[in-house]
């Protein structure tokens, strides 16, 4: 995908606040921390659209971008941020759900986890949620850099155990030397374009 234009349109906690409905949307999961704003800047060839390396505030909003006027990111808060009260951790989950059960316009979203890490609970019932609604999704493993690649084949293998997935289904990436951005962008465009609105 060349990239004509990318900009952050608004953040919102319910669907009232929502963009319209007009154009498909991917959406981008995984716990706080894991790379995922850098994930996105990678992918739109941009350092800082989204901002990385901050510690989460108090309001955790899902954010909207407009992808060449013809798609749009979804950046949806990370989870599994330790000190989390039960509380606020059930308004996000809410706020999730909401989304992910509510858009029409969701053609799939990008599961994204830490390639060094065997997935927990809160990947597990992230899961179960997008199967529960048919939400096609893709897996990515980030942070490819930061293993040999002896020992990223060797994680790929544990993870798609831990998930009895197979073991070609994850696309391992790196922000850092972008390895895994094309195939990433093969398999959005494949669920967008496969599945016009
Ligand atoms: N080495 C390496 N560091 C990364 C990668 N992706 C993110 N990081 C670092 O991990 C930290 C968290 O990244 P960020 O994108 O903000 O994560 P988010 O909280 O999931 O949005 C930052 O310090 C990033 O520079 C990667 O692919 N390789
Ligand atoms: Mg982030």
């Known amino acids: 995908m060349i990239i004509k234009s990318a900009e952050f349109v608004k953040s919102a906690v319910k669907p009232s606040q929502y963009p319209e409905e007009d154009l498909p ?3 981008f ?16 060839n941009r350092k800082q659209l989204v901002k990385t390396g901050s510690t989460p ?3 955790q909003l899902i954010n909207f971008f407009l992808i060449n006027d013809m798609l749009r990111f979804v950046d949806i808060p990370g989870y599994g941020y330790a000190k989390v009260p039960a509380p606020v951790r059930k308004k996000w989950g809410d706020m999730i759900e ?3 059960k509510t858009r029409r316009t969701l053609k799939g979203v990008v599961l994204i986890m830490d390639l060094r890490r065997i997935p927990g609970p809160e990947e597990i019932t992230f899961m179960d949620w997008l199967n529960y609604y048919n939400i096609p999704f893709i897996r990515v493993l980030t942070k490819a850099d930061k293993l040999s690649k002896a020992q ?3 994680q790929q293998m544990i993870i798609s155990e831990s998930l009895s997935t197979d073991k070609e289904g994850f696309i391992v990436f790196s922000a850092k030397t972008k390895t895994g951005k094309n195939p990433l962008w093969d398999a959005i465009e494949k669920l967008t374009l496969n599945n016009p609105l």
Not at 30 to 39: A, D, F, I
């Open 98 to 100: 909401t989304y992910l």
């Open 57 to 59: 505030g108090k309001t």
């Open 152 to 154: 990223q084949k060797q």
């Open 25 to 27: 949307e991917i959406a």
């Open 29 to 44: 999961a995984g716990r706080s921390n894991v790379g995922k704003s850098s994930l996105i800047n990678t992918l739109l």
